[in-house]
C-alpha cells in the first residue's frame, strides 16, 4: 500500500529520494498539492461564513472587542476543526475530499476500501494546523520507502491511491 518506490543500487530508498527522481512521484504530490489548496478553499469559505455568524451577534450584544479577538484567536481554532473535520467526513464517506476527487486520487485502509472515520479523523488530525501537516508530510516521507504516505497514514495503515 505504500506505494512505487525507486530502487537504489543497495534498495529501495526514502520517500525524498524517490520524490527528486520520480516524476510520477512528482506529478502524485503537485496533484496532491492542487487537491489540498481546492479543499483549503472550500473550507475557507465555510469557515468564514461560519466566524461571520459568531462575530456579529458578539459585536451587537456590546462586547466590541470579543469580534476581533475571535477573528485572531478563536477562528484559526474553528478552522482548523472544521478542515479536520471536513477531511475526516469526506474521505470515511466517500474515500476522498472534493480536491482528491478531481484529480482521481482516493484514501484508502489496509483492506483498500474507505477508511473509518476513526481512521480518516487520526490521519488528518494534523491539519489543524499548517506546520503540523508540514512535518506530517517531511517525517512520512523520510521513514518511507514510498512516497504515499504522510506519517499519520503510516499509523493508520492509509494511503492515498489513484482512483
Known sequence: MAGATAAGPSGPVSGF??????SQAQQYWGERLVAFIIDAVIVGVIAIVLAIFIAIPLFFVGAAIAPVAFFFGGFALLGGVIFV???AVMESTYGASIGKRIFKLKVVSRTYSSPTFGEAFIRNLSKIYWLLLLLDVIVGLAISKGYQQKYSDSIMGTSVVRA
Request: hydrophobic share 35%; net charge negative.
Open 85 to 87: 473535520l471536513y477531511f
Open 17 to 22: 529520494e524517490t520524490l527528486t527522481r520520480d
